[in-house]
């Protein structure tokens, strides 16, 4: 029903920048928030950055003043603007919705695929 297509991810060198976007698609009302996540091996995801339709923000520890979230709202999108990026930022980053279906009165959170990031020494 919904589809969340992330692209951007790749190798960068530590003090690098890379931008991650992520597009929904589908049966789709309204998405109230939007937000990626970041998992590493043998570790549970944790958030990284979140943003409603009013633009509030909220950002995980230490992440502020680095990485930048960004919506367009009426194309379904988020970007992750990453700068200065550090080797333990290497993580799967994930995207998430919270997605109200067309018709529905609850809402639900999808997930994309993952892309992943590798920051080098």
């Known amino acids: 029903q919904v589809q969340l297509v992330e692209s951007g991810g790749g190798l960068v060198h530590a003090g690098g920048s890379l931008k991650l976007s992520c597009r929904a698609s589908g049966s789709i009302d309204r998405i109230p928030n939007m937000y990626w996540f970041r998992q590493t091996p043998g570790n549970q995801r944790t958030l990284v950055a979140a943003?409603?339709?009013?633009?509030?923000?909220n950002y995980g520890d230490d992440l502020k003043g680095r990485f930048t979230i960004s919506r367009d709202i009426a194309k379904n999108t988020v970007d992750l603007q990453m700068n200065n990026l550090k080797p333990e930022d290497t993580a799967v980053y994930y995207c998430?919705?919270?997605?109200?279906?067309?018709?529905?009165?609850?809402?639900?959170?999808?997930w994309g695929q993952g892309t992943q990031v590798t920051v080098a020494q």
């Open positions: 998430r919705a919270l997605v109200y279906l067309i018709g529905a009165t609850t809402a639900t959170n999808y």
């Open positions: 943003m409603t339709t009013g633009g509030a923000t």
